[in-house]
C-alpha cells in the first residue's frame, strides 16, 4: 500500500506512486470512485460515472504492470507550433480531397 493518498494526489504523484509500484492502478481507481460514490449524492456534479470502465482500465493497466509492460502517455511529440488547417483549399479540390468545379467566369457589369 502506498503512502500518498489517491484522493488527493495530484496525476503527477499518482504516476510516480504507481510506476514505483507503491500503488497499484487499481488501488487508485478504487479509491478515487470510493470518493465519488460518497460525494455524488450531496455535489451532484455528473451526468454519468463509468465506474466498471475505469475499474476493467485500471486492473488491465496492472496487469501490464506486473508482467514488466511500460504503461502511460509515453514520451511528448514534437515541439513547437502547429500549423492550423488550410482554411481555402487548393484550386480544384475541396478540404475532403474532392474535385470541385471550377468558379464561373467573373460577371463584369453591363456597360450600357
Known amino acids: 500500500m502506498s503512502d500518498i493518498d489517491p484522493v488527493h494526489a495530484s496525476a503527477a504523484e499518482l504516476a ?6 507503491t ?3 487499481v488501488e ?3 479509491a478515487l470512485l470510493g ?3 460518497r460525494l ?9 460515472v463509468f465506474a466498471a470502465d475505469a475499474r476493467l482500465a485500471a486492473e488491465g493497466a496492472d496487469r501490464a504492470i506486473r508482467s514488466g509492460h511500460a504503461v502511460g502517455a509515453g514520451p511528448p511529440g514534437p515541439r513547437g507550433p502547429r500549423r492550423p488547417p488550410p482554411t481555402d483549399p487548393p484550386p480544384g479540390l475541396t478540404l ?3 474535385p470541385r468545379p ?3 467566369p467573373a ?4 456597360p450600357g
Request: proline share 18%; aromatic share 2%; charged share 25%.
Open 102 to 104: 471550377p468558379p464561373p
Open 28 to 30: 487508485a481507481v478504487d
Open 96 to 98: 475532403g480531397g474532392v
Open 40 to 48: 455524488e449524492p450531496k455535489l451532484q456534479a455528473f451526468t454519468e
Open 107 to 110: 460577371q463584369l457589369p453591363d
Open 16 to 21: 510516480r506512486a504507481i510506476q514505483g509500484r
Open 35 to 37: 470518493r465519488i460514490d
Open 23 to 25: 500503488l497499484s492502478p
